[in-house]
């Protein structure tokens, strides 16, 4: 354990290891031509690699409560990835999708202030709304173009949105009822595995070869993904959701904007920078909110 600040490592780990992964995790598909289910696939067994260093020297937990909140998370986090193919596969707008499903920790943070009991004091509130702000501007900020067409799609947003945004919160829940971080991930890591096969069978050309290059970028890059994971799952259970939702989904976005500048010379459009701003401003005031709080609490007599 690493004290009270140590939520603010993992979480800071969270947005570093999926704020590199975002910028690079279109690299297979753009280069080679890597279809989304082959990427699903290797994504699910680069999970065992952080599964096995956080399950190393710990006791699995197979307790009911473990069983059930493992298979939770696991299932809304892998199913919604899985379905996420499935609509991009219908030929949904990428451009309006995304946004959809980048406003799941909306649904975390209301489930944590109901369900949960969490309170954030006035300035980290502040914080927590500049945060979903920036993510609702960067929404806009990928949302140019024409408009798709039909609403299965949306129907499928809405479904991928919300099965995020509850996977975070059932986190957070079993870290309350007390199943460890690792068993955890080595059930996520599990349910990431059994649906597999699916992402298989919804492969339009079973039989294409690609080269090995394709294999080997997609797992370097889908390991940032797994080891994020695996990082928000310690965060959680060390923090609040209802900062660390926000924080990790407002921030992850600004690292990856940078790096796309750098790498790709790609600028940010306006609401992208008015986002970056609002962004950092509101995880700022979260952190420093909860160290204050914090600080508060040690002074406070017994």
Request: charged fraction near 10%; glycine fraction near 8%.
């Amino acid at each position: 354990m690493m004290g009270n600040k140590s939520w603010i490592v993992y979480t800071f780990m969270v947005v570093i290891t999926w704020g590199v992964w975002g910028a690079f995790s279109a690299w297979p598909t753009t280069h080679y031509g890597y279809p989304d289910q082959w990427i699903y696939i290797i994504w699910s067994l680069t999970m065992l690699i952080p599964c096995y260093f956080s399950l190393r020297g710990q006791r699995f937990d197979r307790s009911f409560t473990a069983v059930l909140y493992g298979c939770l998370i696991g299932f809304t986090g892998a199913g919604g990835q899985l379905l996420l193919f499935k609509t991009l596969a219908m030929g949904a707008p990428a451009y309006l999708v995304f946004p959809i499903i980048s406003i799941s920790p909306a649904i975390t943070v209301l489930m944590s202030l109901v369900m949960l009991k969490e309170r954030v004091n006035k300035l980290g509130a502040i914080g927590v709304t500049l945060a979903l702000l920036s993510i609702v501007t960067f929404s806009i900020s990928s949302s140019d173009g024409d408009k798709g067409t039909g609403l299965l799609w949306l129907v499928y947003s809405v479904i991928i949105c919300a099965a995020w945004g509850v996977q975070a919160f059932f986190m957070k829940r079993a870290s309350n009822l007390g199943v460890s971080d690792s068993s955890l991930f080595g059930y996520m890591t599990l349910t990431g595995i059994l649906l597999a096969p699916v992402a298989w069978l919804m492969l339009a050309d079973k039989g294409a070869s690609y080269p090995a290059m394709a294999t080997v970028a997609t797992a370097l890059i889908q390991v940032l993904n797994a080891v994020g994971a695996l990082c928000l799952v310690m965060a959680l259970s060390r923090g609040k959701a209802t900062i660390i939702a926000p924080c990790t989904n407002a921030l992850a976005p600004v690292l990856t904007a940078v790096i796309s500048l750098i790498v790709y010379q790609s600028m940010p459009g306006t609401w992208a920078l008015l986002g970056i701003f609002l962004a950092i401003s509101g995880s700022t005031l979260m952190v420093y909110s909860e160290e204050k709080q914090n600080a508060v609490k040690l002074t406070e007599p017994v």
